[in-house]
């Protein structure tokens, strides 16, 4: 029961950082090209950037899936560690890879 409670929840994390990573791609900045007054050169102007918080929180959430994820399994960081073997090296390799 524990191990579905874990699934779950970093199954929900997960989802909405995805959810937070697609409204920072289409809140985006955009940019429009403005000469300086001197007509000497131009510059871009920014409108306002919300999608950088949309795209920290995302960065949060998939942080605290690992963090729920490794406190759960004990993995490597908190409590006694696997055997040395081929669990540890998959679970070793799964966690890279999931970065």
């Known amino acids: 029961m ?9 199954l929900l994390l997960n989802l909405f ?5 697609v409204a920072a791609e289409q809140h985006r900045s955009k940019a429009t090209v403005t ?10 102007v920014y ?4 999608a950088t918080g949309y795209g920290v929180g ?4 998939l942080t605290a899936a690992q963090v729920v994820v490794m406190l759960a399994s004990r993995c490597f960081c908190c409590g006694r560690g696997l055997k040395p073997g081929g669990s540890r090296a998959c679970a070793l390799m799964l966690f890279l890879f999931s970065w």
Request: net charge negative; charged share 20%; proline share 3%.
């Open 2 to 10: 524990a191990s579905i409670i874990v699934q779950v929840s970093a």
């Open 58 to 61: 995302a960065l949060l959430l």
């Open 35 to 44: 000469p300086d007054l001197a007509k000497e050169y131009d510059y871009c």
């Open 17 to 21: 950082a995805f959810g937070l990573a």
């Open 47 to 50: 409108d306002s950037d919300v």
